[in-house]
């Protein structure tokens, strides 16, 4: 059994904030490896600005290079846009690990938009990660109105396999200026960089085109 866990995203483009996060919650939550799903395309974001697929990837790969952390496009193999359908399909095509879900307190701040979010709370463990600028919107949200009764204390969270889910953990991080927005306004065209590489997927051993 490995310990896993998913951090779902654009990655439009992947950062350092990414990997410094991810190798946080993997020393607090004593998991094996981190496993970056760089998506097809987020149902909630624009598709103006979004990078080719492929490009992403390959920064994703580049960033997370040297950790133990896999940026991976298995969603564009499974098929799966909405991350309720993405954890179904991981779950059942790696029925040996343990996943939990990672997600930053701004993604908890609009949860319950997510499609069946309550369903994934069912799936899996769900750890928040607090980020600079977004407690007030996240403590408010319709979500943690619900998953407020399902919290589990930060000092517990390396016994998180043993969660029945519904399960949630909150867990502080020092704050980190790094984003994907800044970034982009910084360098419009970083993806060129990445316009014929050739990326092959660490899960499924397919290239992405």
């Known amino acids: 059994m490995k310990r896993i866990g998913l951090l779902g995203g654009s990655f439009n483009p992947a950062h350092g904030g990414h990997r410094a996060i991810s190798l946080f919650a993997a020393q607090a939550l004593g998991l094996d490896e981190v496993w970056w799903l760089v998506s097809p395309g987020n149902p909630l974001k624009p598709r103006a600005g979004m990078a080719p697929l492929r490009a992403r990837l390959a920064r994703a790969q580049k960033i997370a290079r040297g950790a133990p952390i896999r940026a991976s496009a298995i969603e564009a193999v499974l098929g799966t846009r909405y991350t309720a359908d993405t954890l179904r399909a991981l779950v059942q095509r790696f029925p040996r690990n343990r996943f939990i879900w990672l997600m930053g307190g701004d993604n908890l701040a609009q949860f319950s938009e997510w499609r069946d979010w309550r369903g994934i709370a069912r799936r899996m463990p769900i750890a ?25 204390p930060a000092r517990q969270s390396a ?12 867990m502080r991080f020092r704050p980190d200026p790094r984003s994907a927005t800044l970034l982009r306004q910084a360098d419009p065209l970083w993806h060129r960089e990445y316009e014929f590489a050739r990326v092959r997927d660490p899960l499924t051993r397919r290239l992405i085109v």
């Open 128 to 152: 928040v990660i607090a980020r600079p600028g977004y407690d007030r919107d996240a403590r408010g949200s319709v979500a943690t109105g619900w998953l407020r009764r399902f919290v589990r």
């Open 159 to 170: 016994d998180w396999t043993n969660w029945r889910p519904p399960a949630l953990v909150l």
